[in-house]
């Protein structure tokens, strides 16, 4: 089962997210990823390697540590081998919109089919990469990113919890699950999304489970 952890707020997200997937590891997994966003208009920062979490930590910048807002995948490889390529976060084309995910996109090779026919470059073997790619155009219409996660839940199948963040909106972290773990932290000034409590439990106690079939808009 892979790691999901989702943070905004008033401290440097990188810490948060680190700290929240080193307490998922007991999940197991085979790489490790992150995806931060500072001020608005500014390119996502997305670091992500095969192997533990140390590797992942190894290749870490200071120009992650003003970010106050990202998310972190521990990932078990399915749809595509552990590689650098193939862990999460994903990426759009235009770099602006970072997506992670647990569960299996039972679909996801004919909407990578029709994507790539709308001019979409792939660059993983991942089911995941599909929902980066619809996700962008949804929002590229409607200028709402929790619309637009509403809007591409309805084309996939199968199971999943998704985080999703863009740069146009860099306090916001958008949730959704479908036969898959989402549970959003509730804090003072800050929040937290992660598929287990204990990713959070050192920083609030107060706890969400989000329904079946919700999508959830997170800010500070």
Same mark, same amino acid.
């Given at each position: 089962?892979?790691?999901?952890?989702?943070?905004?707020?008033? !401290?440097?997200?990188?810490?948060?997210?680190?700290?929240?997937?080193?307490?998922?590891?007991?999940?197991?997994?085979?790489?490790?990823?992150?995806?931060?966003?500072?001020?608005?208009?500014?390119?996502?920062?997305?670091?992500?390697?095969?192997?533990?979490?140390?590797?992942?930590?190894?290749?870490?910048?200071?120009?992650?540590?003003?970010?106050?807002?990202?998310?972190?995948?521990?990932?078990?490889?399915? %749809?595509?081998?552990?590689?650098?390529?193939?862990? !999460?976060? %994903?990426?759009? &084309?235009?770099?602006?919109?970072?997506?992670? %995910?647990?569960?299996? /996109?039972?679909?996801?090779?004919?909407?990578?089919?029709?994507?790539?026919?709308?001019?979409?470059?792939?660059?993983?073997?991942?089911?995941?990469?599909?929902?980066? !790619? $619809?996700?962008?155009?949804?929002?590229?219409?409607?200028? &709402?990113?929790?619309?637009?996660?509403?809007?591409?839940?309805?084309? $996939?199948?199968?199971?999943?919890?998704?985080?999703?963040? %863009?740069?146009?909106?860099?306090?916001? /972290?958008?949730?959704?699950?479908?036969?898959?773990?989402? +549970?959003?932290?509730?804090?003072?000034?800050?929040?937290?999304?992660?598929?287990?409590?204990?990713?959070?439990?050192?920083?609030?106690?107060?706890?969400?489970?989000?329904?079946?079939?919700? +999508?959830?808009?997170?800010?500070?």
């Amino acid at each position: 089962m892979c790691g999901i952890v989702g943070y905004t707020g008033s !401290h440097p997200a990188l810490a948060r997210v680190i700290e929240g997937l080193r307490r998922l590891e007991y999940r197991g997994y085979d790489s490790a990823g992150i995806a931060l966003v500072g001020k608005p208009g500014d390119a996502l920062v997305v670091a992500k390697k095969a192997g533990k979490l140390s590797n992942l930590e190894s290749a870490l910048t200071s120009n992650y540590e003003s970010a106050m807002s990202g998310i972190g995948h521990t990932r078990w490889a399915t %749809h595509g081998g552990p590689t650098d390529t193939n862990a !999460h976060p %994903h990426l759009s &084309n235009d770099g602006k919109l970072a997506v992670i %995910h647990n569960g299996i /996109i039972e679909n996801y090779v004919e909407l990578k089919t029709d994507l790539q026919k709308r001019g979409h470059t792939f660059t993983s073997e991942t089911d995941t990469e599909s929902v980066a !790619h $619809l996700l962008s155009d949804e929002f590229s219409k409607v200028g &709402n990113l929790a619309e637009a996660m509403r809007s591409v839940c309805k084309q $996939l199948r199968g199971s999943f919890t998704l985080l999703a963040i %863009h740069s146009d909106s860099p306090k916001t /972290i958008i949730g959704a699950r479908r036969n898959s773990p989402l +549970v959003v932290g509730v804090g003072e000034g800050e929040n937290f999304l992660a598929s287990d409590v204990s990713a959070f439990i050192s920083h609030t106690k107060k706890a969400l489970e989000l329904g079946q079939d919700q +999508v959830v808009e997170v800010t500070p």
